[in-house]
């Protein structure tokens, strides 16, 4: 109250509310109270949090307590950016703490590190919102008059004066992003990465030379070419690099070790010991170790050329042929997007339902009893709202959109939502090599609107699934479809990897569709005795009696991994191997080959100009 007093001392107006954020209604009022007697919301700063129930194991610790612990800044920071996503924020600044950026300092307060790095991943997902990674305050805050916990990290308590100047910086939208990963004097870790954050100088307690002096010293002595390539592959500016701090606290992890070993390879023309980097775990160490070794840059300008475009195919050179998954998007029955898919099928879900009015005359065609001319079945998994589609959003006209098969449609909805899942603006992608590769059949949705009514004929073959999009979004690399039957759409992603792995494609859309609109494939698996009759799939079961049709479309977004990390990509997975093989000849087109299919199981996807090789 004394703040709050001095605060109106000063001429401020203070309105306050002391409900949980995650009251949504309480909190609503509050803002429109705020909004009615102050006018529109300018800005955040979000400081709300609960300490944890004390050092212990997460596995330890009550439920209960570490819902109460994340309640604040989970629920309760999703509360206030809704509630004020229609006001002219000007800033939004998230309280987080270092203990969720430094691992070390997360142990026996892991609920509340993952607090603090739920408001971490929001800044850096959300434009206009920083998370300031923030040490101990040793005047005021939660930590005063207790022992330092971010000191095991060498991290000085930050007086008032410097935690304020930091707030500053981390409101002044005109200043990059800061970060730091290294004893900073006072300074603050912010989520968001950049340039270092430091207290401005002459704040109290933190003389100018304090540490600045140390970190001028550690960015002297180190090749220009080696800064500028661990620059580049840890995406902080060279002039900010840390030349004596540890590449484990610089974000360097296992698959960026083997990356960083690659380019210097390439830069040197020499080979090196990966566990070099690991013996040598700093710039300046690993620079005196490669000036003892005699490793020199080859060429000049090789270091930048190791980077290179986000978007350069990766040729037949690529180490390893690995390819990273760095989108996802699908739409299923039951599930409008991924989450809702995991959702449905982690409570064990049920998405499929009788044939939905409009595709066929389930009435007039269906019958329990095999019968030619009839379904045995009358169920699937259907999607909902497969008419709609926001023509204007891909700049058609509505007759343009009618004339399109809804798989196109589809696919349409469905590339977007994954490139925005990758992170990748249309700009981005536009005129690039990349590959479409769809598995896909057209359905007869063309018979049923009539070619007369369509505006300009096209679009009534299956190419169009792929080319429609490689139109859309001006991609110069192969479109295609694969009609494997059920196998389609693996086939399409083994398809995009060889693309990948032969540098025709520098990234590659990949994935399968399926629209049921008529009743002919329901007709004709009847006749061979392949529909459930139950409308349930019980593969591999005694009571197996035929699938259930099911219709949906997922995509993803592939590059191969060296790009990927290159290019700082979110990899949600990689693919070691593809194979595709056949079954030959056995008792009937829909019978297995156990044997064959062992043999494609045993297959890894051979990089360009290599046979195929085996796994033991």
Not at 179 to 189: E, H, I, T, V, Y
Not at 201 to 211: D, N, V
Not at 540 to 552: R, T
Request: charged share 25%; net charge negative.
């Amino acid at each position: 109250m004394a703040n709050i007093r001095e605060l109106e001392r000063l001429g401020a107006r203070v309105m306050t509310h002391t409900g949980p954020l995650s009251e949504r209604g309480t909190l609503a009022a509050y803002l429109d109270e705020v909004r009615t007697a102050l006018g529109p919301i300018g800005g955040i700063v979000h400081c709300a949090g609960r300490p944890g129930s004390g050092p212990a194991s997460l596995v330890r610790k009550d439920i209960a307590d570490v819902r109460r612990v994340l309640e604040p800044k989970g629920d309760g920071l999703d509360a206030l950016l809704e509630l004020t996503a229609a006001d002219p924020l000007e800033f939004v600044v998230l309280y987080s703490s270092v203990s969720s950026a430094v691992p070390a300092l997360s142990a026996g307060v892991a609920d509340y590190a993952a607090a603090n790095a739920y408001l971490d991943l929001v800044a850096r997902h959300r434009s206009g919102v920083r998370a300031v990674n923030w040490p101990v305050w040793r005047q005021t805050g939660g930590g005063t008059g207790r022992p330092d916990a971010a000191a095991p990290a060498g991290l000085d308590a930050l007086s008032d004066a410097a935690g304020l100047a930091v707030l500053d910086q981390a409101l002044d939208a005109r200043r990059p992003p800061c970060c730091c990963r290294a004893p900073a004097s006072g300074g603050a870790f912010d989520a968001e990465g950049g340039a270092a954050c430091e207290p401005a100088a002459g704040s109290a307690g933190h003389g100018p030379g304090r540490g600045g002096a140390a970190r001028s010293r550690s960015r002297r002595g180190s090749r220009a070419w080696l800064v500028e390539l661990f620059a580049q592959a840890l995406r902080i500016p060279a002039a900010e690099l840390e030349h004596d701090v540890t590449f484990t606290d610089l974000g360097v992890e296992s698959v960026l070790l083997g990356e960083l070993v690659t380019r210097i390879e390439e830069v040197t023309e020499r080979p090196l010991d990966p566990a070099a980097l690991l013996d040598h775990p700093t710039l300046e160490r690993l620079n005196a170790h490669l000036t003892e070794a005699g490793l020199t840059a080859a060429v000049a300008g090789a270091a930048s050329t190791a980077a290179g475009s986000s978007l350069r195919p990766a040729g037949s050179g690529t180490p390893g042929g690995r390819i990273a998954v760095i989108g996802t998007a699908c739409r299923f029955p039951g599930a409008p997007d991924l989450d809702a898919f995991w959702h449905l099928l982690r409570t064990g879900g049920f998405a499929v339902t009788e044939v939905p009015e409009g595709r066929w005359d389930t009435a007039g065609l269906y019958r329990p009893e095999r019968s030619p001319g009839y379904s045995v079945s009358k169920w699937g998994g259907f999607l909902d709202g497969l008419e709609d589609f926001d023509p204007e959003f891909f700049g058609m006209t509505e007759q343009e959109a009618r004339d399109l098969d809804p798989a196109i449609r589809l696919t349409m909805e469905t590339t977007a939502a994954c490139l925005r899942d990758a992170g990748y603006t249309d700009e981005e992608l536009r005129g690039r090599d990349v590959g479409v590769f769809m598995g896909a059949r057209m359905s007869g949705y063309r018979r049923r609107i009539g070619l007369e009514e369509s505006a300009n004929g096209l679009g009534g073959d299956q190419n169009f699934i792929a080319a429609r999009v490689a139109h859309q979004y001006d991609f110069r690399g192969p479109a295609l479809v694969v009609d494997s039957a059920c196998s389609s759409a693996l086939v399409s992603v083994q398809t995009a990897v060889r693309s990948l792995l032969a540098g025709e494609s520098a990234a590659a859309l990949a994935g399968g569709v399926e629209v049921l609109l008529d009743e002919e494939p329901y007709l004709e698996f009847s006749v061979a005795r392949a529909l459930s009759p139950r409308g349930r799939c019980a593969t591999f079961d005694k009571d197996a009696d035929g699938f259930v049709p099911g219709e949906g479309c997922g995509v993803l977004l592939l590059k191969t991994l060296e790009r990927a990390v290159a290019d700082g990509d979110r990899i949600r997975a990689v693919i070691d191997a593809v194979a595709v093989g056949n079954d030959g000849r056995t008792m009937g087109l829909t019978t297995p080959n156990p044997v064959a299919q062992a043999q494609a199981c045993a297959q890894r996807s051979p990089g360009p100009g290599s046979g195929p090789t085996r796994w033991d």
